[in-house]
């Protein structure tokens, strides 16, 4: 069939829109709709970027708080006694213990020393709560409402302590029972509080038995007795070396000027932090938010 002028114009024109539409379907709105997503995509992107940009110029502020933090760790830690293991604590007291004028004085351990290993023990904040007192002419002498202001200031600061919870920490303990003279005595416990002031330490006496609190009656002597007693100690001594010969079992006698003491020696850990690792400081020469840049060599 022979197809006339206008015919074949109007095929070929209708050829034509279905060649177009066709590539319309087929090429062009799968890459409209691809480049639609990958638009969206950037600026998903371009948002994240921004945020990672902002979190990159507080890395500095960061480092900063993690450093200040650790450095408050480190300078609670040097409050507290180092960490010590039981015979470590064991050493401790008998290098106080390792006195000349003890020695002089035979002051002697009298039962096996009992320490604990460590455990861990609790510590809580101290603080106080001061008694606010008003009255009539009170209120009326605070014209310009600075003393209720200074009553509220002290509640607020006694408020924000109490609200502190004890904090768990470790500790050692250790009780121990000595033969001593009662200068002795507090000759050691001096020693103790001067130690733990010296390095500013956290280690202290927990409690103090006396089983003779008259010390065998030799702590009220003049020289003349000090003098006589000195002699009756050597002959006692001497005694009771032949006793203990005669008898190993027999009691040995407490000598005049001397008695039998208890003490609890405790000191208190937390563990010293670590320097932490900040990483690098952040360089901003890498990129200023609009283009990449050469790294800055150290």
Known sequence: MKLSYRERIILIIAIVIVIFGVGIFVFIKPKYERMTQNKELCEKLEKEWQVQLTKFKEIPERQ?????????????????????TSVEMDEFIQSLMNNEEFIKNKASAKDTTSVKDESTTSISYFYYTPNIVTYPLYEAADLDGSLA????????????LAARKSQTISGGEQTFTVLIKYQDLMEFLNKVNSVAKEKDDTMLITGIKVKDAAFN?????????????????????????????????AQEKVKRGYSEVTITY?????QEPKKPDVGPDYDETIWD????RQKVAE
């Open 64 to 84: 900063d708080t993690v450093n200040q933090t650790y450095q408050k760790g480190l300078k609670m830690s040097e409050h507290f006694t180092p960490e010590m």
């Open 149 to 160: 202001k200074e009553a509220a200031e002290k509640l607020k600061e006694a408020n924000i």
């Open 217 to 249: 009656d030799g702590t009220k002597k003049g020289d003349d007795e000090k003098n006589q007693d000195a002699q009756d100690d050597e002959d006692e001594d001497d005694n009771n070396n032949q006793q203990q010969q005669q008898n190993p079992n």
């Open 266 to 270: 405790k000191a208190l850990y937390i």
């Open 289 to 292: 938010g609009n283009e990449w």
